[in-house]
């Protein structure tokens, strides 16, 4: 059985995609983990290809899901993307996505394209 945390990560990442997905997003993976970091998802939005980082916060007691992408946070996301890029040999446009999820308010889910500048 997994831990708690982990269980609300991927229910999290399950919330994100389908509301990307009734958006007009498709999945394209889940969690590319490597060397550097992680990227949650990555989906692609007509020739776009969209990394997105979901952050969920049961509350805001110790900050907002959005404030918990420190600058660290994101040079690591660059870095992951960067790798999947060239591992699977893509050049195409891509962007950097958060969705944010709110567990107290019900799972308000905010979502900020073009979050994170490369």
């Not at 059985?1 to 394209?28: C, P």
């Not at 990227?39 to 979901?54: A, G, N, S, Y």
């Amino acid at each position: 059985m997994k831990a708690d945390h982990l269980q609300q990560g991927e229910a999290a990442e399950q919330l994100a995609v389908d509301y990307l997905s009734r958006r007009g997003l498709n999945l394209v993976t889940r969690n590319f983990r490597c060397k550097v970091g992680e990227i949650d998802l990555i989906m692609r939005e007509k020739r776009t290809l969209v990394f997105v980082e979901v952050r969920y916060r049961q509350t805001d007691d110790y900050g907002s899901a959005l404030e918990s992408i420190t600058p660290s946070k994101q040079r690591k996301l660059l870095a992951a993307a960067n790798l999947y890029l060239q591992k699977n040999r893509i050049d195409q446009a891509c962007r950097f996505d958060v969705v944010a999820i709110n567990g107290s308010a019900n799972n308000r889910t905010t979502w900020i394209k073009d979050a994170i500048q490369s």
